[in-house]
């Protein structure tokens, strides 16, 4: 007994020996720090896509396009970083792109980066003319080729959509409800985004009077639900037009009956479905039904959304150290949808099976490790989402005086799962040798996974057992010393014996007339069948007779897969049940499959359609069929689907263009039956019946056993958005060695897979920083002692906080498309791994800034452009934008100014020219219009010489005029302006009535002839008289207002009329006013942005010693030089 205890430990410890080689803590002989990404671009545009690698230099960095190597141009050059840097980039640039870094140790590609070049918007869909009646209801659709913001115009005008009763969907369709007579007209779409915009043709809406009452009409969409597939994060559209009288309601709901997300699902118009940022969970078929209200009709149509997920990484290759004439296996495990399709690469190039290398099951196996096998090995997983790269390293260790291969190899068939092995031992150092290792494979077949056995030293022949019955396996053996494996033995190839099929194929029975069923199989697959299947029995009742009547069906070939039972009864059920042989016997029958023949009638009805069944996961399933040749018209198809057992669910009717429907929350490892007809007018048809077998859904891998145990009750907490720390507990064992940890930490993000990180600590926590805000993360830890180590504990998730945006949006452009219209766009902050959920723009006019009231409107954080419409001529317009998210609103960007020209009257093709002229200026054509430019500034200087070299001839006549304004004004002011230095003033008469001149040759004292442009709120607050002789006549005096005479804070304006002059001076804001240099009335970005209608009066107390010195001196000024006109007065006031 105890020589057997021992035998049986000295087997485990052999086999943990083997399987469990040290391995490696982390490689950082070669990484990337940063890997290219997609990039979108317009034609000519510089475009730059970033790699950076770190390792043992040198390192040299090569670029690919679609898999080949990229060779450098003038346009193409890579930059001293590694990065990737296009001049100006054309159409034929658009492609996939890969960095290759290569240093002694090896090479490794980077994750794949799209390039795509923006064209011009062309439509892919476009409004068509329709004739509907008065009170129904309309729709056009309209879809372009990129994204755009799209509009609609009725007869060549903007659209209103300040009605309930028009709706315009973000996929370009607009609806419109209760059709009016206003609503007939001309119709068009236009889409607009950076690069261009275009058109659509004109479709007319005729709308046919009502003849008298409408009558009640059931419910009937128009317009349901599509079949979608959307990318994640992308805001989905399941339209839902309905029309009947009264208006019918509109509901959704899921076929799977599971609940709607209403977080991120929102009702959009009359019945629409919105659903913001779509996850993986919203993939589904939904249903829309439209019920006549206080009734039980409605009507229902329903679409299949499909989100597409880009591939993320369930299972990681891990480096391995390895012994030459070893095994190493790395495996892959990815998720996403479509299904990701994985590749191999050993230092950056493509891997193709070979006698030593494998690839079956998302795994790559080395067998007889050589050391040239010493690489970097990256798994590759692609899908139309995106790729992801994870890199794991091999290390071959090298021995010498190994032992030779064992000799003499026999097989010999026990059973049809068993074969035993013999052998001899090794010819050299057989004493050294301490295990055998057995291979062994199927010997058919492409890429079949290698298994293997441990035994000890002490046996030369094992039966290797759990093995598929009439099969071909091929065999080896490898023996193993302390500091080594021997070779690979001679192979050999042995057969198992068959046996009784496992299992009977699925039934399909379907009614070609009410007399007849038609069974039909699909062939056993070999793992199923155990052997070539001989012959069926098919066996067959009614269900209320015990007679059993069976029919058996030899095989001549693989295509008997049908059979024809004839003679029976209309309208009657009938079960029926097959089972399968082999040489060896039969197997056992199935479960009964029932079918009811159909009824006797003289009516044509549709015969059954041929139906086909595929598992898409362990959840769902994917039913497609083909109608048969028919003469009947149909209306549609009728489906069902009920587990084994179990009764009829509902039937859900389909439209009779659909040949495929997805059944999906369905139960892992059930039987389900599927019906489906198809029906017309003269009833329902012959009903196609077949039966489905859903597959388990896949479990989380089998550890190996290992010498130390994991740490466990690993705990993680975010600190910041840059920190997440972490603590954990030591596995209790025995040894009082000192232990050592490593953390294992990256981002979860596929884009990010290969971005992993290590940390080595002695202590139970650690502070892991350098992280990324927003970002979920994988963290494993592994304990070290002695040599030893343990496999990486169970991953846990965290994610980091949430980082308001810091930096305002970028590259702000404001472009007039209409005469009341303009388009906004802007890029995201530059600001890394920054996740917005909408964008807040505000926008006034001059006058509306000044009172401090901007508009306001939203945009979803995936969207960067919006439309200002409404806009008045002749205005100037501040626009500024901000990015917000969860954590808070980040900073606005620099006010942009928009100025509108006043409205003239040109005709329709004028202002088509103009608008298109815009998107149109050369080079050729900007420097024209600067040139010009200069030369008009240039004239305008020369005339302000010429009026200066004769302000002497002017000062006396001016004088004289002025004078006569301030009689009262110098009885009341003279006093205080007598002290006052004012030999130097001058004051000079305006020679124009519609702009500002300055009045001291380039200090702010401005003159007008009706005064700055100010509101009345404004007016009434700021205005400060010194003399109040004539307030009462000045009260009741119409205010004059020229929109060319526009001004900036801080400046002072001396204003003249006939009755009353005002002279304006700067309250509280002298040289440190922000101001603009020009004198045209624009206001600066800075000024904008900060200033507020507050801000002025809280600074004007410390303005009150500048203000009353200034009117002093021009007052004193005033009295020395002019004579007093009585009817005249002035007056000073602040801006």
Same mark, same amino acid.
């Given at each position: 007994m105890g020589s057997?205890?021992?035998?049986?430990h000295q087997r %485990?410890?052999?086999?943990l020996w083997v399987l469990?080689f040290p391995?490696?803590?982390s490689?950082?002989?070669?990484?990337? *720090? %940063?890997?290219?990404k997609?990039?979108?671009?317009?034609h000519?545009?510089?475009v730059?896509?970033d790699?950076q690698a770190?390792?043992?230099?040198?390192i040299?960095?090569?670029?690919?396009?679609?898999g080949?190597? &990229?060779?450098?141009?003038?346009? %193409?050059?890579?930059?001293?970083?590694g990065?990737?840097?296009i001049?100006?980039?054309?159409r034929?640039?658009?492609g996939?792109?890969q960095?290759?870094?290569?240093?002694?140790y090896?090479a490794?590609?980077?994750q794949t980066?799209?390039l795509?070049?923006?064209?011009?918007?062309?439509?892919v869909?476009?409004?068509?003319?329709?004739?509907?009646? &008065?009170?129904?209801?309309?729709?056009?659709?309209?879809?372009?080729?990129?994204?755009?913001?799209?509009?609609?115009?009725?007869?060549?005008? $903007?659209?209103?959509?300040?009605?309930?009763?028009?709706t315009?969907?973000?996929?370009g369709?607009?609806?419109?409800?209760?059709?009016?007579?206003?609503?007939?007209? *001309?119709?068009?779409?236009?889409?607009?985004?950076?690069s261009?915009?275009v058109?659509?043709?004109?479709a007319?809406?005729s709308?046919?009077?009502?003849?008298?009452?409408r009558?009640?009409?059931?419910?009937?969409?128009?317009?349901?639900?599509?079949?979608?597939?959307?990318a994640?994060?992308?805001?989905?559209?399941l339209?839902?037009?309905?029309?009947?009288?009264?208006r019918? %309601?509109?509901?959704?709901s899921?076929?799977?009956?599971?609940?709607?997300?209403?977080?991120?699902?929102r009702? &959009?118009?009359?019945g629409?479905?919105?659903i913001?940022?779509?996850?993986?969970?919203h993939?589904?078929?939904?249903?829309?039904?439209a019920?006549?209200?206080?009734t039980?009709?409605?009507?229902?149509?329903?679409?299949n959304? *499909?989100v597409?997920?880009?591939?993320?990484?369930?299972?990681?290759?891990?480096?391995?150290?390895?012994?030459?004439?070893?095994?190493?296996?790395?495996?892959?495990?990815v998720?996403?949808?479509?299904?990701?399709?994985?590749?191999?690469?050993k230092?950056?190039q493509l891997?193709?099976?070979?006698?030593?290398?494998?690839?079956?099951n998302?795994k790559l196996?080395?067998?007889?490790?050589?050391p040239?096998?010493?690489?970097?090995?990256?798994?590759?997983?692609?899908?139309s989402?995106?790729?992801v790269?994870?890199? $794991?390293?091999?290390?071959?260790? &090298?021995?010498?005086?190994r032992?030779?291969?064992?000799?003499?190899?026999?097989a010999?068939t026990?059973?049809?799962?068993?074969?035993?092995?013999?052998?001899e031992?090794?010819q050299?150092?057989?004493d050294?040798v301490i295990?055998?290792?057995?291979?062994y494979m199927?010997?058919?077949?492409?890429?079949?996974e290698?298994?293997?056995a441990v035994?000890?030293?002490?046996?030369?022949?094992h039966i290797?057992?759990?093995?598929e019955p009439?099969?071909?396996?091929?065999?080896?053996?490898?023996?193993?010393?302390?500091?080594?494996?021997?070779?690979?033995?001679?192979q050999v190839?042995q057969?198992?014996?068959e046996?009784?099929?496992?299992?009977?194929?699925?039934?399909?029975?379907t009614?070609?007339?009410?007399t007849?069923?038609?069974v039909?199989?699909?062939?056993?697959?070999?793992?199923?069948?155990?052997?070539?299947?001989s012959?069926?029995?098919?066996?067959?009742?009614?269900?209320?007779?015990e007679?059993?009547?069976?029919?058996e069906?030899?095989?001549?070939?693989e295509?008997c897969?049908?059979?024809?039972?004839?003679?029976?009864?209309?309208?009657?059920?009938y079960?029926?049940?097959?089972?399968?042989? *082999?040489?060896v016997?039969?197997?056992?029958?199935?479960a009964w499959?029932?079918?009811r023949?159909?009824?006797?009638?003289?009516?044509?009805?549709?015969?059954?359609?041929?139906?086909?069944?595929?598992?898409?996961?362990?959840?769902?399933v994917?039913?497609?069929?083909?109608?048969?040749?028919?003469d009947?018209?149909?209306?549609?198809?009728?489906?069902?689907?009920?587990?084994?057992g179990?009764?009829?669910?509902?039937v859900?009717?389909?439209?009779?263009?659909?040949?495929? /429907?997805s059944?999906?929350g369905l139960?892992?490892?059930?039987k389900?039956?599927?019906?489906l007809l198809?029906?017309?007018?003269?009833?329902?048809g012959?009903?196609?019946?077949q039966?489905?077998?859903?597959?388990?859904c896949?479990?989380a891998?089998?550890r190996?056993?290992?010498?130390?145990?994991?740490?466990? /009750?690993?705990?993680?907490?975010?600190?910041s958005?840059?920190?997440?720390?972490?603590?954990?507990?030591?596995?209790a064992?025995?040894?009082g060695?000192?232990v050592s940890?490593s953390?294992?930490?990256?981002p979860v993000?596929?884009?990010?897979?290969?971005?992993?990180?290590y940390?080595?600590?002695?202590?139970?926590?650690?502070t892991v920083?350098?992280?990324?805000s927003?970002?979920r993360?994988?963290?494993?830890?592994?304990?070290?002692?002695?040599?030893?180590?343990?496999?990486?504990?169970a991953?846990?998730?965290?994610?980091?906080?949430?980082?308001?945006?810091?930096?305002?949006?970028?590259?702000v452009?404001?472009?007039?498309i209409?005469e009341?219209?303009?388009?906004?766009?802007?890029?995201?902050?530059?600001?890394?791994?920054l996740?917005?959920?909408?964008?807040?723009?505000l926008?006034?006019s001059?006058?509306?800034?000044?009172?401090?009231?901007?508009?306001v409107?939203?945009?979803e954080?995936?969207?960067t452009?919006?439309l200002?419409?409404?806009?008045?001529?002749?205005?100037v317009?501040?626009?500024?934008?901000s990015?917000?998210?969860q954590?808070?609103?980040?900073p606005?960007?620099?006010?942009v100014?928009?100025?509108?020209?006043?409205r003239?009257?040109?005709?329709h093709?004028?202002k088509?020219?103009?608008?298109?002229?815009l998107?149109?200026?050369?080079?050729?054509?900007?420097s024209?219009i600067?040139?010009?430019?200069?030369?008009?500034?240039?004239?305008?200087?020369?005339?302000?010489?010429?009026?200066?070299?004769?302000?002497?001839?002017?000062?006396?006549?001016?004088s004289?005029?002025i004078g006569?304004?301030?009689?009262?004004?110098?009885?009341s002011?003279?006093s205080?302006?007598?002290?006052?230095?004012?030999?130097?003033?001058e004051?000079?008469?305006?020679?124009?009535?519609?702009h500002?001149?300055?009045a001291?040759?380039?200090?702010?004292?401005m003159?007008?002839?009706?005064?700055?442009?100010?509101?009345?709120?404004?007016s009434?607050?700021k205005k400060?008289?010194?003399?109040n002789?004539n307030?009462?006549?000045?009260?009741?005096?119409?205010?004059?207002e020229?929109?060319a005479?526009?001004?900036?804070?801080?400046?002072?304006?001396?204003?003249?009329?006939?009755?009353?002059?005002r002279?304006?001076?700067?309250l509280?804001?002298?040289?440190?006013?922000q101001?603009s240099?020009a004198?045209?009335g624009?206001f600066?970005?800075?000024?904008?942005?900060? $200033?507020?209608?507050?801000?002025s009066s809280?600074?004007?107390?410390?303005?009150?010693?500048f203000?009353n010195?200034?009117?002093?001196?021009?007052?004193?000024?005033?009295s020395?030089?002019?004579?007093l006109?009585s009817?005249?007065?002035?007056?000073f006031t602040?801006?």
């Open positions: 057997v205890d021992w035998k049986t %485990l410890l052999i086999l469990s391995g490696v803590f490689f950082s002989e070669l990484s990337f *720090t %940063l890997e290219p997609d990039v979108a671009a317009s000519g545009e510089p730059i896509l790699c770190q390792g043992e230099s040198p040299s960095v090569r670029w690919r396009k679609n080949v190597q &990229l060779l450098q141009s003038g346009r %193409l050059q890579v930059l001293s970083n990065s990737l840097c001049s100006s980039s054309e034929s640039d658009e996939f792109y960095c290759l870094a290569h240093n002694r090896g490794i590609l980077s980066s799209r795509t070049i923006s064209n011009e918007l062309m439509f869909t476009q409004p068509v003319s329709a004739e509907v009646r &008065l009170g129904s209801v309309a729709r056009f659709s309209c879809a372009v080729s990129a994204s755009a913001v799209i509009s609609w115009q009725l007869n060549q005008t $903007s659209l209103p959509l300040d009605s309930d009763r028009i315009v969907l973000p996929n369709v607009l609806q419109i409800h209760d059709v009016t007579m206003r609503d007939a007209g *001309t119709y068009r779409c236009l889409a607009t985004n950076l261009s915009r058109r659509s043709q004109e007319e809406l709308i046919i009077p009502a003849s008298g009452p009558p009640l009409v059931k419910p009937l969409i128009i317009a349901g639900p599509q079949n979608i597939s959307a994640l994060h992308q805001s989905v559209v339209e839902c037009l309905a029309e009947g009288n009264p019918p %309601l509109v509901s959704w899921r076929a799977d009956s599971k609940p709607i997300d209403v977080s991120g699902a009702v &959009l118009g009359n629409n479905l919105i913001s940022a779509v996850k993986a969970h993939s589904g078929t939904y249903l829309c039904r019920t006549t209200p206080g039980r009709n409605y009507s229902t149509a329903h679409g959304l *499909t597409l997920v880009p591939p993320t990484l369930v299972e990681k290759p891990e480096s391995q150290t390895r012994p030459r004439a070893g095994t190493a296996r790395f495996s892959c495990q998720e996403g949808t479509p299904v990701p399709r994985i590749t191999w690469f230092n950056g891997i193709h099976s070979n006698g030593r290398t494998k690839m079956y998302n196996v080395i067998t007889q490790i050589i040239e096998d010493d690489a970097f090995y990256q798994c590759q997983a692609e899908n989402q995106g790729s790269v994870s890199t $794991s390293r091999l290390i071959v260790v &090298l021995s010498e005086d032992p030779s291969a064992p000799r003499n190899i026999h010999e026990i059973s049809s799962s068993a074969i035993l092995l013999a052998w031992r090794p050299y150092n057989a050294k295990a055998y290792s057995i291979h199927k010997s058919e077949g492409l890429n079949n290698e298994y293997q035994i000890g030293n002490d046996t030369t022949n290797v057992d759990d093995l009439a099969r071909n396996y091929t065999f080896y053996i490898v023996a193993y010393m302390p500091m080594g494996a021997s070779g690979m033995s001679e190839t057969h198992t014996l046996d009784v099929p496992l299992r009977t194929p699925e039934l399909s029975l009614s070609r007339s009410p007849n069923i038609l039909s199989w699909q062939p056993l697959p070999p793992k199923l069948s155990r052997g070539r299947v012959a069926y029995r098919l066996s067959y009742r009614t269900a209320t007779d007679q059993l009547i069976s029919v069906l030899p095989v001549p070939s295509n897969t049908q059979y024809l039972l004839q003679g029976l009864q209309p309208d009657t059920i079960l029926i049940r097959m089972s399968a042989s *082999t040489r016997g039969w197997s056992q029958p199935s499959s029932s079918h023949t159909p009824k006797t009638s003289s009516a044509t009805v549709p015969p059954a359609p041929n139906l086909e069944l595929e598992p898409v996961n362990c959840t769902s994917t039913v497609r069929w083909h109608p048969a040749s028919s009947a018209v149909l209306q549609g198809y009728k489906l069902s689907f009920h587990p084994d179990q009764s009829e669910d509902s859900l009717q389909l439209p009779p263009h659909d040949h495929q /429907h059944i999906t139960n892992p490892r059930v389900y039956h599927v019906k198809a029906f017309s007018a003269n009833g329902d012959y009903q196609a019946h039966t489905v077998n859903t597959p388990g896949p479990s891998p089998h190996r056993l290992a010498a130390l145990p994991s740490p466990d /009750h690993i705990h993680a907490t975010a600190d958005s840059s920190e997440v720390s972490l603590s954990w507990g030591r596995p064992f025995s040894s060695k000192p940890y953390v294992r930490y990256g993000s596929p884009s990010d897979a290969a971005a992993v990180r940390v080595q600590t002695s202590e139970q926590t650690v920083t350098g992280l990324r927003n970002t993360y994988e963290f494993a830890v592994r304990l070290h002692t002695d040599q030893m180590s343990s496999p990486w504990s991953s846990i998730y965290h994610r980091t906080l949430l980082e308001a945006p810091s930096s305002p949006p970028r590259s452009r404001v472009s007039l209409e009341d219209t303009a388009l906004v766009s802007w890029k995201q902050p530059d600001q890394p791994d996740s917005v959920t909408h964008y807040t723009v926008y006034a001059q006058s509306s800034w000044l009172a401090g009231e901007w508009k409107l939203q945009r954080g995936t969207n452009m919006a200002l419409e409404k806009l008045e001529s002749g205005s317009y501040l626009v500024k934008i990015a917000s998210n954590a808070g609103d980040g606005f960007s620099s006010t100014e928009l100025r509108l020209t006043r003239t009257h040109h005709s093709a004028q088509t020219a103009f608008i298109a002229g998107y149109n200026i050369d080079e050729k054509s900007m024209g600067i040139a010009g430019v200069c030369i008009a500034l240039s004239i305008i200087i020369l005339c302000i010489f010429i009026l200066l070299t004769k302000s002497t001839t002017r000062k006396s006549a001016s004289k005029m006569r304004v301030g009689n009262d004004v110098m009885q002011g003279a205080s302006a007598n002290q006052q230095q004012t030999e130097n003033a004051v000079l008469l305006p020679m124009t009535r519609t500002f001149i300055d001291k040759g380039g200090t702010n004292l003159i007008n002839h009706a005064g700055p442009i100010m509101s009345d709120a404004q009434k607050r400060s008289s010194m003399f002789n307030q009462k006549s000045n009260g009741n005096k119409s205010k004059m020229d929109p005479g526009l001004y900036e804070v801080g400046k002072m304006v001396l204003r003249y009329e006939d009755e009353q002059s002279v304006y001076c700067p509280g804001e002298s040289e440190s006013s101001t240099g004198d045209s624009h600066s970005h800075d000024e904008t942005e900060t $200033s507020s209608p507050n801000r809280d600074k004007s107390n410390d303005g009150e010693t203000s010195e200034c009117i002093a001196s021009i007052c004193a000024q005033i020395a030089e002019m004579p006109r009817p005249s007065h002035l007056q602040a801006l």
